[in-house]
Nanobody
Framework: QLQLAESGGGLVQLGGSLRLSCAAS????????MGWFRQAPGKEREFVAR????????SYGDSAKGRFTISRDNAKNTLHLQMNSLKSEDTAVYYC????????????????WGQGTQVTVSS
């Protein structure tokens, strides 16, 4: 059974940066396409970014383009999300998940979700 654990969230000032991590255990991480989603209070879970298992293909949601970078370290079974130029609207719980089907931009394409990590951007 694959388990995912996010970390790295916290309180950050407007315009600041955070690096989220997602540690995988229990299954061969290196063969899994992975994604990040986020969910703000009262809103649906939103696609943030996705990376192929080998790391050579990435995709981003409109809110993340130009500011966020998804990456992975297969040797350490870890997924990352570098977030720069943070805005108040980036405040949300961020989740990592395993992509198992298309489309990669929808929650329906993913299984094995982590518990989430809270990111709060303050002004």
């Amino acid at each position: 059974q694959l388990q995912l654990a996010e970390s790295g969230g916290g309180l950050v000032q407007l315009g600041g940066s955070l690096r989220l991590s997602c540690a995988a255990s229990g299954r061969t991480f290196s063969r899994l396409d992975m994604g990040w989603f986020r969910q703000a209070p009262g809103k649906e879970r939103e696609f943030v970014a996705r990376i192929s298992w080998i790391g050579n293909s990435t995709s981003y949601g409109d809110s993340a383009k130009g500011r966020f970078t998804i990456s992975r370290d297969n040797a350490k079974n870890t997924l990352h999300l570098q977030m720069n130029s943070l805005k108040s609207e980036d405040t949300a719980v961020y989740y990592c998940a395993v992509q198992v089907r298309r489309p990669f931009s929808s929650t329906s394409g993913y299984d094995y979700w982590g518990q989430g990590t809270q990111v709060t951007v303050s002004s």
